[in-house]
């Protein structure tokens, strides 16, 4: 029986390999592919929904503190205040991520139905008689730096709708990745 010796390392190799065998020993899991992958996508739908909600806040703020006249920024929408809520939803999903915790992940999930979907609901309410009349009479009456401003906050409700709805999503999908690796952890 021959004994060889690896390159890396002094002594003898296994009888029977020749080092080829380590194929399998580097895949990784595919939930925990998944896991990775969806955290991804959540990261960046949390830059998206912070930087709407950012935009909301400098809104709200331009406006109470004066520093714009009234003339370039509008005064806000009643949903904007509850809104500015949802940044609570985005500091949970974002906790949760670093160290797999499931609780704040379901703390994420459900506040962003009551704190950033339900505000938006909302906005498309309140500013449904304000979008009717721009579209048939062709006139505005709040405006942001020249543009009306029920057109710029619609396009900001449809933006922030689709944010929040994918943020849901991949936390479900990233939520039952997770508790089927606790499962799989708990059956060894």
């Known amino acids: 029986m021959q004994v060889a010796t690896m390159t890396s390392r002094v002594g003898p190799r296994a009888a029977g390999t020749d080092g080829s065998d380590f194929k399998h020993r580097e895949k990784v899991a595919p939930q925990y592919q998944m896991s990775a992958k969806l955290k991804s996508n959540i990261r960046k739908l949390n830059l998206v929904h912070l930087l709407l909600w950012v935009l909301v806040l400098a809104q709200v703020t331009v406006n109470k503190l004066n520093l714009l006249p009234s003339e370039a920024v509008a005064e806000p929408y009643r949903w904007e205040y509850p809104y500015l809520i949802s940044v609570f939803p985005l500091v949970a999903g974002s906790m949760s991520l670093p160290k797999n915790n499931i609780s ?15 505000p938006l609901f909302y ?15 062709g006139k505005a009456y ?3 730096f020249g543009w009306a401003a029920v057109t710029i906050m619609y396009l900001v409700i449809v933006v922030a709708a689709q944010v929040h709805a994918w943020q849901i999503y991949y936390s479900k999908k990233l939520l039952d990745a997770w508790f089927n690796s606790t499962q799989e952890k708990k059956k060894k």
């Not at 704040?104 to 139905?113: E, F």
């Open 142 to 144: 709040r405006f942001v």
């Open 123 to 137: 906005g498309v309410m309140e500013m449904l008689g304000e979008g009717q009349q721009l579209y048939r009479l």
């Open 104 to 118: 704040y992940l379901v703390i994420s999930m459900i506040s962003s139905g009551l704190f950033s979907i339900a």
